[in-house]
């Protein structure tokens, strides 16, 4: 069964302060706390957690299980699959030096910023504060520990660069030093300072 914020079943937690867009769609035992923004046509599946304040654009597609902590803030078209994880405390700690419990002024919250057209893997887990960039692919089970540039393949623990993707979501193929294609949609891609761009044919 699912739902939208016009009519939740009595299993999910959607805050009443939370701002969801049209069509977006919530299943089964997810939370979405107080003024945490979802954008149009976003789905969320079964037992994720949004947390409070957290911001996610339009056309994203949140797997279940995923656990996304403030201050995150995910961009539009971005896939966050089952169990993946972003986490807000560079240094935890459950109690201070002394022993008392740690209150929410004992700590700083950092965040993962994930930009348009990512994806990230099953059970992957980003460690904040770190950014993801555009159509970046982050392979399942890796562990993110540093910034992602636009367009790369990341695998494993910790995340290291493989290669470099396309909006497709595929490998490309290098056809020259500097020049990559996708053997999906046949754009090219070209390197420039180390970094991936589209090649835009006029």
Request: with cysteine.
């Amino acid at each position: 069964m699912k739902a939208n914020r016009m009519n939740p079943p009595l299993v999910n937690w959607l805050s009443e302060k939370a701002l969801l867009g049209s069509d977006v769609v919530v299943w089964n035992f997810s939370q979405i706390r107080e003024f945490a923004q979802v954008g149009q046509n976003t789905s969320v599946g079964s037992f994720v957690y949004i947390d409070a304040y957290v911001r996610v654009g339009k056309n994203c597609k949140i797997q279940n299980g995923a656990l996304i902590y403030h201050p995150a803030d995910i961009g539009d078209g971005v896939f966050i699959g089952p169990g993946v994880i972003f986490t807000n405390d560079h240094n935890p700690r459950a109690v201070n030096y002394g022993g008392e419990s740690k209150g929410s002024n004992d700590w700083q919250k950092v965040g993962v910023n994930v930009l348009e057209g990512a994806s990230i893997g099953a059970g992957a887990i980003c460690i904040a504060p770190i950014t993801i960039g555009r159509w970046s692919l982050i392979g399942a089970g890796a562990v993110v520990t540093k910034d992602i540039p636009d367009f790369a393949l990341v695998v494993g623990n910790p995340a290291h660069q493989i290669g470099w993707v396309g909006h497709g979501g595929v490998r490309l193929l290098q056809k020259s030093d500097s020049i990559f294609e996708c053997p999906k949609t046949f754009k090219l891609y070209e390197v420039r300072n180390g970094l991936m761009a589209e090649v835009y044919i006029k």
